[in-house]
């Protein structure tokens, strides 16, 4: 195991090194292929980009202590009304609130 881990660390990179665009980009492009070089499979980059997914936001709500909340909010208006992100803060800025209603949820202006 200790040599596994020793392997490991000698063979990464440290995480601040992922703000720089291309070391991400990089990362992103060698889940679609295997070891070989060759495409994977598209469930193999799937469950891939799933486990790099939970790390990502793992390592988000770590690094912003009280804002989990507000990236799963973040993220799930992105990801679930397909919003860009520039969009989703607009509804930030207008102080849109959402709350869970019977049967789905409820959308206004946060005071009204």
Request: some cysteine; hydrophobic content about 50%.
């Given at each position: 195991?200790?040599l ?11 995480v ?10 990089r990362?992103?492009?060698?889940l ?5 070089g ?12 799933a ?10 709500i ?19 009304a ?8 607009r ?13 789905g949820?409820?959308?206004s202006?946060?005071?009204?």
């Amino acid at each position: 195991m200790i040599l596994a881990l020793d392997w490991l660390q000698r063979h990464s990179l440290p995480v601040s090194e992922l703000e720089e665009p291309d070391v991400l980009r990089r990362g992103l492009d060698a889940l679609c292929r295997k070891v070989d070089g060759t495409a994977a499979a598209a469930k193999t980059v799937m469950r891939r980009k799933a486990a790099v997914n939970e790390v990502f936001g793992a390592a988000a709500i770590k690094a912003l202590p009280g804002r989990g909340p507000h990236l799963f909010a973040f993220f799930g208006c992105m990801y679930y009304a397909a919003m860009r992100p520039a969009e989703v803060i607009r509804l930030q800025n207008l102080s849109v609130a959402c709350r869970r209603v019977a049967g789905g949820f409820s959308i206004s202006r946060a005071g009204s």
